[in-house]
């Protein structure tokens, strides 16, 4: 390809919008982990396990139809989720071992 595509304006539009949809999850992400920050403070807090399964397998059912609706891969979307509750449970062990800031 002959043209630079560092300065082709559709290609500078498409990656600004992406850019920009990239700073939202980040944003949307840090909301989310605050959410779940309380929710491992209140397992902890009341005895209760950091992971509930029958909660994750909810979660994951509802996360595949909004991706289904959405038009986007239900496997990828399980997968997302599945990468965040691993790390959200990972979070709750630490708060309950007192490890968490």
Known sequence: MSADTKTH???LRLRDSIDNIDAALVHL?????????????YKATHDL???DPAREA????????????????PDFAEKFLT???TEVIRHHVAIRS???G
Request: hydrophobic share 45%; with cysteine; net charge positive.
């Open 98 to 100: 007192g490890k968490a």
């Open 9 to 11: 304006p559709e290609l």
């Open 83 to 85: 990468f965040i509750v």
């Open 49 to 51: 396990p950091p992971a």
């Open 29 to 41: 992400l840090a909301e989310r982990f605050k959410c779940t920050q309380a929710v491992g403070e």
């Open 58 to 73: 909810q979660q994951i059912a509802r996360l595949r139809a909004l991706a289904r609706n959405a038009k986007l891969d």
